[in-house]
């Protein structure tokens, strides 16, 4: 009996914690944001100009979020867009000869329409890293460039956003995203084609804000976060 009662108490706190959390969900619109919070999801957009750099509205950030009390809410991004989940996720496919090759084709499959820009060291058997061993070049989706290297063993290098500009902070100016996403393998010999896939680096990943453990202020039907405020469309 007291089992029954224990679970149909427990059944009711959670009704109340939805309810509570549904009392808030809706649409939240500030000057250049917007806010969705939709059954403990939410989504922060930032609002197209119709020119310039921001043309049509974007999601900068996306994820859960849990109310704490009357006032708080606490939002935290998806995993899958931390930079840990996306270098877990690369894939490196190799193509082999069945003789020896003086030179690697380097090639990467990044599933999305930003310029990027990509630097890595490779080494040679039997020499230190040094100007010759450094390699840069750009990547935009359907016309990204391979790169010939000599035979090496390993590479290590780097994929950020071509633009230096950071365009995903809200008005305290404060940059919330990931800068860059690093690659790394040793490479196999015979081999003579090296083809890097970043599933993960979609979209407009590098001006997308992460968040972990961040708060937003409740105070009626307003939420403050960061610096601005987005107030509950009827």
């Known amino acids: 009996m007291k089992t029954f009662i224990a679970t149909i108490i427990c059944i009711a706190i959670s009704f109340c914690i939805q309810a509570e959390n ?3 969900d809706g649409i939240y619109n500030s000057l250049h944001y917007k806010m969705l919070l939709d059954n403990e999801r939410f989504q922060i957009i930032r609002l197209g100009t119709g020119h310039g750099l921001f043309v049509s509205d974007e999601v900068i950030a ?8 009357n006032n708080l809410l606490e939002l935290n ?13 690369q894939k490196i496919e190799y193509k082999t000869l069945s003789h020896p090759s003086d030179s690697i084709e380097v090639y990467f499959d990044i599933p999305t329409d930003q310029y990027l820009s990509i630097e890595f060291d490779y080494y040679v058997e039997g020499k230190e890293t040094d100007d010759n061993c450094e390699v840069e070049l750009e990547y935009i989706q359907n016309h ?3 790169v010939i290297i000599p035979r090496s063993y390993y590479i290590f290098g780097t994929i950020r956003r071509k633009i230096g500009i950071l365009y995903n902070w809200l008005p305290t100016h404060c940059f919330y995203g990931i800068p860059e996403i690093f ?11 090296i083809r890097i896939s970043v599933p993960g680096i979609k979209g407009n990943y590098f001006d997308r ?10 105070e009626g039907t307003t939420i403050r976060f960061k610096g601005e405020t987005f107030t509950k469309q009827n």
């Not at 690659?183 to 084609?193: A, D, K, L, T, Y």
Request: charged fraction near 15%; include cysteine; charge should be negative.
């Open 209 to 218: 804000m992460f968040l972990k453990g961040e708060y937003a202020l409740i």
């Open 22 to 24: 549904n009392a808030i």
């Open 183 to 193: 690659v790394s393998f040793h490479i196999p010999e015979n081999c003579s084609r």
């Open 144 to 146: 990204s460039q391979s």
């Open 77 to 89: 991004s998806d995993s899958t867009s931390s930079a840990a989940f996306v270098m877990a996720s």
């Open 62 to 69: 996306e994820g859960y979020y849990s109310k704490l009390g």
